[in-house]
C-alpha cells in the first residue's frame, strides 16, 4: 500500500522559512514523480514544485520561483519543499503526490497525502 505523509508545516511570520517533508512507503522510489501541491481556502489546487526522483529535475511554479527549493533523499524515500521568503500568500495546506507518470504541476496524481498546514502571517 502507497502512503505519503507529509510533516513541517506550521505558523511562520513572513520573510520565514518552513521546510516540509513527505515520507513516502510502498513505492520504488526511484520510479516515480513527486509533487506538492497548496489549497488555499476558496481556491483551486494549485501545483506548487515537482521533481523526477530518477535524474532530480525540479519543476517551479512561477509563483515560488526563487523562494522553494525541491529536493529528494533516495535513501529515506522522502521529498523536501525548503520554502524561504514566505509571504501570507503562501497559506494554504500543502501536499505532497505520487505517480509514476510525470504529471510536473498537474494535480493528475494518483497518490495524495494528507496535507500539512502552512501559514504565514504579516
Known amino acids: 500500500e502507497v502512503q505519503l505523509v507529509e510533516f513541517g508545516g506550521g505558523l511562520v511570520q513572513a520573510g520565514g522559512s518552513l521546510r516540509l517533508s513527505c515520507a513516502a512507503s510502498?513505492?520504488?522510489?526511484?520510479?516515480?514523480?513527486i509533487g506538492w501541491f497548496r489549497q488555499a481556502p476558496g481556491k483551486e489546487r494549485e501545483g506548487v514544485s515537482s521533481i523526477s526522483i530518477s535524474d532530480g529535475i525540479p519543476y517551479y511554479a512561477d509563483s515560488v520561483k526563487g523562494r522553494f527549493t525541491i529536493s529528494s533523499d533516495n535513501a529515506k524515500n522522502t521529498v523536501y519543499l525548503q520554502m524561504n521568503s514566505l509571504k501570507p500568500e503562501d497559506t494554504a495546506v500543502y501536499y505532497c503526490?505520487?505517480?509514476?507518470?510525470?504529471?510536473?504541476?498537474?494535480?493528475?496524481?494518483?497518490?495524495w497525502g494528507q496535507g500539512t498546514q502552512v501559514t504565514v502571517s504579516s
Open positions: 503526490a505520487a505517480d509514476p507518470i510525470d504529471y510536473g504541476l498537474e494535480p493528475s496524481y494518483y497518490y
Open positions: 510502498g513505492v520504488t522510489f526511484d520510479d516515480y514523480f
